[in-house]
Structures are given as C-alpha cells and as structure tokens.
C-alpha cells in the first residue's frame, strides 16, 4: 500500500488555494487541484510547475462524478471553489446556488466514496450579516445576500453529511482575507484589488463611507496554516471563526498605501466592523495569526506589478457596478 499523503484542493489555483497547495507540498502531500480557472489562474501555481507532486485538473466541480480517479486515495479534500461576489450573487442568484451548493454536494460525494480522513470546508463570515463584535461561533445567523447564504447552505449541507454519513467535517468561516495572488479581474469587489490597481495608476483610493468602518483583516498564509490544522485535528463536526482578531479600518489601509482619497457613498447591508473572535480556533487547533496588518500590506506591495492589468475603478464606475446593491438592499435599512 502507498504511504502517499494525498490532497485534493478545489479552487486550488485561486488565492487562498494556491497558498493551500504551497503548504500542503511544504508538508510533503500529494496534491491534485481542482480549478475550471474561473477565477483562479495558472500562473498561481506556475512555481510548482516542476513539481511532480502537483497535478492540476481543470473542470467544473458540477461535472465531476465522486468516484473520478482525482479523488482516489486522497487523505483530506479542501474545499474552497465556489464563486463569491456580492453585487453578481444578486443578479444571478440560481447560478450561486448551483456551484456553491450543488458543486458542494458533489465533493460532499466525493469525500464519502473514498473515505477521505477530513473534509475541510472553507466558510464565510458572511454568515452572520450584521453581527456584533467580537463575534463567537455562537451568533446568530443572517445571511445578507445570495452569496452569503449559499455559502451557509453549502455548510450546513456539509455537516449534514458528517451526521448522516459519518464524513469527518470541519468548516473554517474566514472573516477578510488577502494577501499576495489575491484576485486581480472581475467585478468590483474586495478593496485591496481596487486600491492596488489605483495606486498604480495614480489615482485617489475610493473609499466607501468615510473610511472609519473595520475589516478583520487575516492574512492568507495564516488562512491556509489554519485549514491545515483543521485537518489534521483529531476534532470531527465543528466551526470556527477565522480572522487576525485585531480589526484595521479602511482609513488605516490608506495610510499605509499612501495616496489622495476620494470618499463614496457608504452601501446598505456592510457592516461597521468585522471582528472575529478567534479564542475557539486558538484554543481547539494551536492556531494563531503570524502575520501583523503592516507586515502582510508590506508583502503585497512587493507584488504590487500583479494588478497592473486589473480593472481601474472610479465613483462613477463604482455606481454603475453596484446599482443591484442598492436596489435590493437598502429597503431593508433603517
């Protein structure tokens, strides 16, 4: 029998995939991604490109059967594919759905049919909607937005195969990620890509309100040291919030890209602040965050060249792109 540890990465050439596979080659894996590159990039992974232990499928995860031979033999299955955009959630509600929770399902399927030791699935924070701070894994929930909730259905639906099926599952909801290979094309979205491509262009940072309101910033190879020890915990069935525990405001980000600002109207259903209460994660799983808000933005900006083709995003361009969000959100503001 081989002594292979084996690993399958779903969305494994996107950003907090890619540095998931850096870790598990680190730990000496086998590792096969998964990725249709929707999203993720080649490129992501071009390091490990000689690497003879990473092999790369690129396929939608809708269409993949769980007895297919990626999955044979793996010892943990990480679950981060999906697609999670806020404003195209709204408009195409039936599509985030399909991906992030039937293509859930099928992984489910797939770590069921080959005994897999651990299923890892990567949560979001937007669970919680407009959560008190620090949040604990025992708030309630609220799903804002389609995206939100299909990644709570996509969750629920994995500890519903823990129950039913006996499939080891652990669930990690990151809070605000980023880091190097974070994405660089697509839609509006998270701040880092918009502020990075304008400061390249030397245009003012955009701001959304009046920059007061705080992220809990986590940064992304932390993110991945926290879903490996997710896996290799001998803990089966639980949930834990994932952040740095140590919230940044957006002013704070700005300040340390320095660059002109241009303030924007402030959006219905973000919250004031996202601060996740890290003392589960801490206590259950060894894990604690390494690398400090100064030191990760220092680390990006080294890699700043990245976003260089990425869209340039301007007020007015802005609120053409998020014309949906307020539609559909703000009649539920006070």
Not at 88 to 98: D, F, G, Q, T, V
Request: hydrophobic share 40%.
């Amino acid at each position: 029998m081989s002594s292979a540890k084996i690993a399958v990465v779903t969305g494994g050439a996107g950003f907090i995939g890619s540095h998931m596979v850096d870790l598990l080659l680190q730990e000496g894996f086998v590792v096969r991604v998964i990725d249709n590159l929707s999203g993720g990039r080649e490129s992501n992974l071009s390091h490990h490109s000689a690497n003879s232990q990473m092999s790369l499928l690129v396929t939608d995860i809708r269409k993949l059967e769980p007895l297919h031979a990626v999955f044979k033999g793996a010892t943990f299955i990480f679950h981060f594919a999906g697609i999670g955009d806020i404003v195209p959630s709204i408009e195409n509600p039936i599509e985030y759905m399909e991906v992030n929770i039937q293509g859930t399902v099928r992984m489910l399927e797939a770590g069921r049919a080959n005994s897999v030791q651990k299923f890892v699935y990567a949560a979001s924070s937007s669970c919680y909607g407009l959560a008190s701070v620090p949040t604990t894994e025992s708030h309630p929930l609220s799903p804002q937005y389609p995206y939100a909730l299909s990644k709570l259905l996509g969750e629920q639906a994995a500890f519903h195969w823990h129950r039913v099926y006996g499939l080891p599952v652990n669930s990690v909801r990151i809070f605000n990620a980023y880091g190097t290979r974070s994405r660089t094309s697509g839609v509006y979205g998270a701040v880092f890509g918009v502020f990075l491509r304008q400061k390249l262009a030397g245009r003012p940072f955009t701001v959304v309100g009046d920059g007061t309101q705080r992220r809990d910033f986590v940064y992304v190879s932390d993110v991945a040291k926290a879903f490996y020890a997710a896996a290799i915990t001998e803990i089966v069935g639980r949930h834990w919030n994932l952040g740095a525990g140590n919230p940044q405001s957006i002013n704070r980000l700005t300040e340390l890209l320095v660059g002109d600002v241009e303030y924007i109207p402030k959006r219905p259903g973000e919250p004031e602040c996202t601060w996740a209460d890290i003392t589960a994660i801490s206590n259950d799983l060894q894990w604690f965050p390494l690398v400090d808000f100064e030191e990760g933005i220092g680390r990006m900006m080294l890699d700043i060249e990245r976003w260089r083709d990425a869209p340039l995003w301007d007020p007015e361009s802005i609120k053409q792109a998020t014309t949906t969000w307020f539609k559909y959100l703000a009649k539920d503001q006070s």
